[in-house]
Nanobody
Framework: QVQLVESGGGLVQPGGSLRISCAASGFTLDYDVIGWFRQAPGKEREGVSCISSSDGSTYYADSVKGRFTISRDNAKNTVYLQMNSLAAEDTDVYYC???????????????WGQGTQVTVSS
């Protein structure tokens, strides 16, 4: 049984940094890609970043390029999202998801975590 558990969310001041984690268990080799998405109340879920375990390729939404960095520790089955220069518009619930196709199409991901709240406020 595939399970994804996010952690590390919280309150941070504008301009600050935060690292959130996604711990995976019960994986098979079918799930090559881990993605990070975020969603605010009343809005659609949007892709933030994803990483492939097969070749290490990473992808970022334009809104986070240069500020966010995704990384993967295969030994720990954990994917991280380092978020720097955070702004109020980054406030959302962040979800990780597992799929086999890189990109930000929500239907391409089969398993989702429960989400972790990130709030950027002074």
């Amino acid at each position: 049984q595939v399970q994804l558990v996010e952690s590390g969310g919280g309150l941070v001041q504008p301009g600050g940094s935060l690292r959130i984690s996604c711990a995976a268990s019960g994986f098979t080799l079918d799930y090559d890609v881990i993605g990070w998405f975020r969603q605010a109340p009343g809005k659609e879920r949007e892709g933030v970043s994803c990483i492939s375990s097969s070749d290490g390729s990473t992808y970022y939404a334009d809104s986070v390029k240069g500020r966010f960095t995704i990384s993967r520790d295969n030994a720990k089955n954990t994917v991280y999202l380092q978020m720097n220069s955070l702004a109020a518009e980054d406030t959302d619930v962040y979800y990780c998801a597992a799929g086999d196709t890189a990109g930000f199409a929500v239907p391409a991901y089969d398993y989702w975590g429960q989400g972790t709240q990130v709030t950027v406020s002074s």
